[in-house]
């Protein structure tokens, strides 16, 4: 047909030239799939007589330290403890300086059982009227066994107060889950953001299903006894194993991480929200009802209209199950819950939402899919300045291994995605802007793998220079496509 083949060969390199160009302007996003494959240590649970999970010396000593935000604003502190042999006491010694305990608190102590294994003697401890930004130091339990801590409150809440979250998900508790922790402590973060799936004792059987509880407990008490850990409760919290005739839900989670719902008028420990510097942050549970007259769905609307950006401009929501996910694992769980919230999200502009349950990192664009219903035919995500950015951080290493699989292709809204160990930071400079990075357990290096800037969305302000510069990245993107295709 053609009378020239030099012209048809030049009209098929056009043809291949605009197909390229084509592609970008369908597919917009040109997110990236990480093609890294760490070398991976076993994903086996670190041995119960490692000194990872050493037993504090002496009778009695309190062991398991934990803490959390035990109020709205970040002026009280819960504090955990466990002890093994006896009750013991139930006093917390607490002060500015570690010389002299001014204060004492009074707690409270629990137990219980599961199956055969019967819990150690848990105490839990108020300690509220506390300064802002200050460093306190406390003591717990008696004589020679006595164990002393400290951690730093936040500075009060205000639009411009900066501050430094971690966010960690399904640790676990194997060599990966430890890399993960010693990485997150050297990173500056001052209170974790926990997605859910703590320990993995529910993968036990039996009387080992308490022992693994207590062994998580201890592990991360080299964190979780100096900065609060703000918990969310995944499907290993669930725990119900009706062959050893164990059916509460959530009853060993319940028992040990206390957490201050009533502060924000939440009537379950499972949801609730706290505001800390500059922060809101809500919590939400993928394993409570949450669908439309729900409690949790009452609960969760109030608590928006609480939100004040004029004194804290991020607003920020954790839970288990991603929302956005392009991972073969877990896929489709969270459509739901996007099914009932989503619009919710966009309403308010929320800034993230952080969740885990996929062994996996993945960062989505700005999008949401909130036209869609079951009849209208607008079944895919678009691009919403409105909407919160979707981040899974599901990969702090537990004996379940990395989710591996991702969808082919990477759909448009997925930014950046990657089967590997870490944990994230947000950091807070301002009221405009966070710093955000991902950070891979690069064998025994911490690196920063994936990091943004994150514009606040009630002051960032700057839509239109970000336009900009996205269009630029996207024009960059599209070059080092073409010339890596060798086009
Ligand atoms: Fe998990
Ligand atoms: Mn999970």
Known sequence: MWKDKGMGLMLLHLQLVSFVFLRFVYSGSAGVTSRFVRSEWPSTDIPLDNEAFAVPKGYNAPQQVHITQGDYDGKAVLITWVTAEA???????????????????????????????????????????????????????????????????????????????????????????????????????????????????????????????????????????????????????????????????????????????????????????????????????????????????????????????????????????????????????????????????????????FAGHVHAYERSYRISNIHYNVSSGDRYPVPDKSAPVYITVGDGGNQEGLAGRFRDPQPDYSAFREASYGHSTLEIKNRTHAIYHWNRNDDGKKVATDSFTLYNQYWGGNNRRRRRKLKKNYLHTVFAEVFSNGL
């Open 87 to 353: 009750p013991g006491s139930n006093t917390l010694h607490y002060g500015k300086s570690d010389s002299n305990y001014e204060f004492t608190a009074e707690g409270t102590v629990t137990n219980y059982t599961f199956y055969n294994y019967q819990s150690g003697f848990i105490h839990h401890s108020l300690v509220d009227c506390l300064e802002y930004d200050t460093k306190y130091f406390y003591k717990i339990g008696d004589g020679e066994s006595a164990r002393e801590f400290w951690f730093q409150t936040p500075p009060e809440i205000g639009p411009n107060a900066a501050y430094k979250f971690g966010i960690i998900g399904d640790l676990g508790q194997t060599y990966n889950s430890l890399s993960t922790v010693e990485h997150y402590m050297r990173s500056g973060g001052q209170t974790v953001l926990f997605v859910g799936d703590l320990s993995y004792a529910d993968r036990y059987k039996y009387h080992d299903c308490g022992v693994r509880w207590d062994t998580w407990g201890r592990f991360v008490e080299r964190s979780t006894a100096y900065q609060p850990w703000i918990w969310s409760a995944g499907n290993h919290e669930i725990e119900y194993m009706p062959y050893m005739g164990e059916t509460a839900p959530f009853k060993s989670y319940l028992h040990r991480y206390k957490t201050p719902f009533a502060a924000s008028n939440s009537t379950d420990p499972l949801w609730y929200a706290i505001r800390r510097a500059s922060a809101h942050i809500i919590v939400l549970s993928s394993y409570s009802p949450f669908v439309k007259y729900t409690p949790q769905w009452r609960w969760l609307g109030e608590e928006l209209k609480r939100v004040d950006r004029e004194k804290t401009p991020w607003l920020i929501v954790i839970m288990h199950v991603p929302i956005y996910n392009s991972n073969e694992a877990h896929f489709m769980e969270g459509e739901s819950m996007r099914a009932v919230y989503e619009s919710l999200f966009v309403h308010y502009k929320v800034d993230v939402v």
